[in-house]
């Protein structure tokens, strides 16, 4: 009977909350075969189980066993990067991926593969006889496909680990069939206290922008539920849309280097014309890039000789550059996986870097901020959805709603500074910066800056007030001139939406939503009510604690 917590070792080279990961990765073996163990982007899992694999390979030798381990990733940049991972630390391995035929010595007890190959039909004796041990799956929050199911029935009795920093899924349900035991890291938030995540400034197009509300127009959905990139195209690839990217990257990251993240390749192309006419150095990287052309931009982006690379999702995955210093997102999304990961890239440490996140698109909106506190332990236990909603001949899914025509001239595209958690004592005599030019202009509106999350509602009374929420608790403000106004404190919540009810004559409802899992509608909690008669406010809570408490805005 093998102790399992007796072949985990003790790592230098490991940063104390690695070692921590591991102790209870072998630990939690001694009673679950299938471990989900979740680690924020940029806090080295990779590092991690190439440490758990040395240890397993000691241990194997000093017993006498001989331990056969498989790696499993989706993509070649993946691979790529667990094979330099596992060279860097000595570790013989073979390498079972098409793109890698060069690589591939089965004699070897450590093997990385990807889930397409080790899968397929043409490979099944292979598969069979590998006798495998151990399995790790990089990026695990995608095991709950059919493909990665088939490694459960080809090695029932492997230990199993799956890493990834976003255990969610686009239909709310979890991963309990493929996994007994799910273990989180600590939040995002104290990596950043404890310097191990770079900070962010988090810059956004306000609420109520046009640019949200055409996004919101959007009623056409993909199969997996997220936008359908013909309507995205449609939507977003416009020169007035384009514009505010190139203007919002001049004024908040020229001169930085970044990723940029858009709707499809022919996107990708009009941004790059966009940013050259200004003398940007900047390329485009998608799926049909050769991967030495990839890699020798990357190479370049790392020198210095690129500025800028565009691409449709291939860097929201496995790419590990500690030199982006701007993330821009200029496409939508539904899935809380992408954005995590996309904003993610930018987050690795670099020495004193502050990296400068630029959402074009208004996604905090939907997913609060990168470093919200996100319920990780609820989202792994989810509930397989009974029901799906079916979706006709490949046919595009349509919302019974109209659409709506939005007139990009109306609304403020401004960005405005959502949350910086590298300062919270700015002045108004520091809402004046040099932009590229070297002169002073107007700093983006500075809205509530703080270390933890900022969460406003959509504007009611004809666009005057907001509500927002931060960490002291609610104000209202009044949009047109700045000012705010206390509610009172509330329980946190760092995800989820703030929505203004209009109820009879001049009253409005303040609901607090909370996103829930196993396919539940969001919880609502009513906190208030406001009254307004002409420039009279007044302000009652739910349990009566406040009644018509007076508001100056």
């Known amino acids: 009977m093998v102790n399992y917590s007796d072949i985990c070792m003790k790592d230098v080279s490991l940063r104390d909350y690695q070692q921590q990961a591991k102790e209870k990765i072998f630990s939690q073996w001694e009673t679950a075969d299938n471990i989900l163990y979740q680690m924020p982007t940029g806090t080295g899992k990779t590092r991690l189980f190439t440490s758990i694999i040395r240890d397993i390979n000691v241990w194997g030798l000093r017993n006498g066993q001989r331990q056969r ?119 995002i938030k104290q990596f950043m206290e404890k310097g191990w995540l770079a900070p962010y400034q988090y810059y956004s197009i306000p609420m109520g922008s046009s640019i949200m509300k055409s996004i919101e127009s959007i009623h056409e959905f993909d199969i997996e539920g997220d936008y359908k990139v013909s309507a995205l195209e449609q939507t977003m690839d416009n020169d007035h849309i384009r514009a505010q990217l190139l203007d919002s990257y001049t004024k908040l990251a ?47 982006f790392k020198r210095g000789l690129i500025d800028i690379i565009v691409n449709v999702d291939i860097f929201s995955e496995g790419f590990d550059c500690p030199d982006i210093e701007f993330i821009q997102l200029a496409r939508p999304t539904k899935s809380l996986v992408k954005y995590i990961q996309q904003v993610g890239r930018g987050l690795r440490r670099n020495g004193d870097k502050t990296c400068i996140i630029l959402d074009n698109v208004g996604m905090y909106a939907s997913f609060g901020l990168p470093d919200a506190d996100r319920p990780w332990e609820m989202f792994f236990e989810g509930e397989e959805m009974k029901h799906r909603t079916k979706k006709s001949g490949g046919k595009s899914r349509l919302d019974n709603l109209e659409q709506r025509e939005v007139d990009m001239s109306e609304g403020s595209e401004e960005m405005v500074l959502v949350q910086s958690n590298t300062r919270t004592d700015i002045t108004n005599d520091e809402l004046k910066y040099s932009n590229h030019t070297g002169h002073n202009v107007d700093k983006p509106e500075l809205v509530q800056p703080t270390r933890h999350y900022c969460i406003y509602s959509k504007t009611f009374c004809n666009g005057r007030y907001r509500i927002e929420e931060n960490e002291s608790g609610y104000t209202l403000r009044n949009v047109k001139n700045g000012k705010v106004s206390y509610l009172g404190k509330y329980t946190p919540h760092t995800t989820g939406s703030i929505i203004i009810r209009k109820l009879d004559g001049s009253k409005h409802m303040i609901v607090r939503t909370i996103p829930r899992a196993n396919g539940l509608k969001d919880k609502e909690i009513i906190i208030g009510f406001i009254t307004h008669e002409g420039r009279l406010m007044k302000f009652t809570s739910l349990d009566r604690t406040t009644i018509d408490k007076n508001i100056t805005v």
């Open 69 to 187: 381990i498989l790696i499993i990733a989706h993509r070649s940049e993946l691979i790529e990067q667990i094979d330099r991972s596992l060279n860097k630390y000595h570790v013989n391995h073979g390498i079972i991926a098409g793109t890698f035929k060069n690589k591939r010595d089965l004699s070897l007890p450590v093997q990385v593969a990807s889930i397409q190959t080790i899968t397929h039909a043409s490979n099944e004796y292979i598969a069979r006889h590998l006798d495998i041990d151990f399995i790790i799956i990089d990026e695990a929050h995608h095991a709950i496909a059919n493909s990665y199911t088939k490694l459960w029935k080809l090695y029932p009795e492997a230990k199993k680990l799956g890493v990834t920093a976003t255990p969610w899924r686009m239909n709310n349900a979890g991963f309990r069939a493929n996994f007994d035991a799910f273990i989180p890291s600590m939040p």
């Open 254 to 300: 020229k001169g930085k280097r970044g990723i940029i993240y858009s709707i499809s390749r022919e996107h990708s192309k009009h941004i790059c014309a966009k940013y050259r006419s200004i003398g940007v150095k900047i390329v485009e990287i998608d799926s049909t890039t050769p991967s030495q052309k990839r890699e020798m931009m990357v190479n370049d």
